[in-house]
């Protein structure tokens, strides 16, 4: 598993599976920063070196280097976990705004994937979007690594889920009407 803070978990809750962006997010992100050099390049040719165009070119850097840091981090801690017992989504949405959400595996109605562009199809990303019953919110992650392998991953922890908890269920069930049997003896 990846590096996931074991802190939150509740008494007998295990990870099963945790999904994080894939690789390419980094390279839009380096195609960023490969127009950055164009543009520092184009500005150096028209203007020479003059202390006005160093001037400007460090504060562009200055910036777009903590652009591309915020970036980075929107994209690193996105992340899907799920657990024996339900579904966390920790969504960065920008610096200093994240959402958390999670909903217990009853909740869980579908989990689909879908793969859509050339280069989603060859490099083997794409959307994997969870829903859930009720007012909850559904789960999407897009830039997702394996999205078909992941959502039948997801898929059989829901499943594996459910039949413990049919099983909790019949013992419950089974527990009851021993007792009733238990009150009906006595009187």
Not at 32 to 51: D, K, M, P, Q
Not at 62 to 86: A, G, K, P
Request: aromatic share 14%.
């Amino acid at each position: 598993m990846m590096n996931v803070s074991m802190d939150h978990l509740r008494d007998g809750e295990e990870i099963q599976v945790v999904l994080r962006r894939h690789w390419i997010v980094y390279y839009i992100l380096f195609f960023y920063f490969i127009l950055a050099l164009v543009f520092s390049g184009i500005l150096w040719g028209f203007f020479g070196l003059e202390a006005w165009v160093n001037l400007l070119l460090c504060l562009f850097w200055m910036v777009f280097s903590l652009f591309i840091y915020v970036e980075w981090l929107n994209h690193e801690l996105d992340t899907f976990v799920v657990t024996s017992l339900r579904v966390i989504g920790i969504e960065q949405l920008s610096f200093l705004n994240r959402v958390v959400s999670e909903c217990n595996l009853r909740q869980v109605q579908e989990v689909n994937s879908s793969t859509k562009g050339f280069f989603a199809n060859v490099l083997n990303y794409g959307t994997i979007t969870v829903q859930t019953a009720g007012s909850s919110t559904n789960f999407v992650m897009h830039f997702c690594p394996d999205p078909l392998d992941n959502a039948r991953k997801m898929l059989n922890t829901v499943e594996k889920f459910r039949r413990k908890d049919k099983e909790m269920e019949k013992m419950e069930e089974i527990e009851m009407i021993k007792k009733m049997e238990e009150e009906q003896t006595k009187s």
